[in-house]
């Protein structure tokens, strides 16, 4: 089966986000009023060959602590977007 | 004569420099590809400063499964002397040789200017030529430079004397205003600012031979 999983890497709390601080700061601004805790961050999709979702699921939050992600600085998740028929 | 191997990967850009660096300084330096991976023969090796792989992703996050970075690893576990300057800092952290990680600037500016720097250690290959509380003008040249750590992490850094140089103005958010630092032997050393810019009065500081002069007579291998 082929699945197309979405993964998103944020900055673990307690890292200084400058790129969301800054786009929370420029909202006003902008007219819009009562946004708050934006937090910048990276976001891959990919088509995931596995047996079943939960397989890869497994696959992407794998290669998104190896490579996507720097464990140090980041959190990464995996979800599901959606089932390709194949 | 010490040999020292400066790594190019595809978009390292300092690679130049740190060989004349060096070589300015009585070393054999020798460019090497980032697909080596055999560093026998070396004393020691640079990572220098650039975008390696394009820095697509994160600064490093590509140049740590480079072929060369499994030999790196395997020198720096024999004692051999390494140095990751800007670019190769954090290939260091990312290839887990050093830890932390180089997080975007504080100010979301790309910093280019001379910055002081104190010598706050100098149990490094490095730093031994300095002297402890001695301070040096060396410029940086980076937009991911903020030094960032957990608080256990910073407390065990600053127990061991593995922070070797640190900013005098912080300019980019570095955490516990780290400019450089050590692994635990003192054979693995990273840091932001680029020595190897500053080898000559003329060009406005001298103050980096001090360190690179350390690095060329490191003869570490416990």
Redesign the interface.
């Known amino acids: 089966m082929n699945f197309l999983v979405v993964v998103e890497v944020t900055l673990r709390r307690g890292i200084a986000d400058p790129e969301g601080a800054t786009i929370e700061r420029a909202l006003p601004a902008l007219g819009f009023s009562g946004v708050s805790n934006v937090q910048a961050g990276k976001s891959f999709r990919m088509n995931v060959e596995a047996e079943n979702e939960d397989a890869a699921i497994e696959k992407a939050t794998a290669l998104a602590e190896r490579l996507l992600s720097n464990p140090v600085i980041e959190d990464a998740v995996a979800r599901l977007a959606e089932v390709h028929a194949t | 004569m010490t040999r020292i191997a400066v790594v190019v990967f595809p978009g390292s850009n300092c690679e130049y420099d740190a060989l004349s660096g060096v070589e300015s300084l009585g070393a054999d330096a020798e460019l090497v590809w980032h697909s080596t991976k055999d560093l026998s023969g070396f004393d020691g090796v640079i990572l220098p400063g650039g975008f390696a792989h394009g820095d697509y992703?994160?600064p490093g996050?590509l140049a740590r499964?480079s072929p060369v970075m499994d030999a790196v690893a395997r020198f720096a576990e024999e004692g051999g002397a390494v140095l990751g300057i800007c670019n190769g800092f954090q290939v260091l952290?990312?290839a887990g040789l050093l830890?932390?990680?180089l997080?975007?600037?504080?100010?979301?500016k790309f910093l280019c200017h001379p910055t002081t720097l104190t010598v706050t250690s100098t149990d490094s290959v490095l730093t031994a030529h300095a002297t402890l509380g001695q301070e040096l003008v060396i410029p940086i040249n980076h937009f991911s430079g903020?030094y960032?750590?957990d608080d256990e992490t910073l407390a065990r850094l600053e127990g061991s004397g593995q922070i070797v140089l640190r900013y005098v103005d912080n300019p980019n958010?570095s955490r516990g205003d780290i400019a450089g630092l050590a692994n635990e032997r003192g054979n693995v050393v990273g840091l932001m600012p680029h020595p190897e810019r500053a080898m000559s009065t003329l060009l406005g500081s001298a103050d980096g031979r001090v360190l690179l002069e350390s690095f060329v007579a490191a003869r570490v291998r416990a």
């Open positions: 992703l994160r996050a499964f952290t990312e830890p932390g990680a997080q975007k600037n504080a100010g979301l903020a960032v750590c958010g």
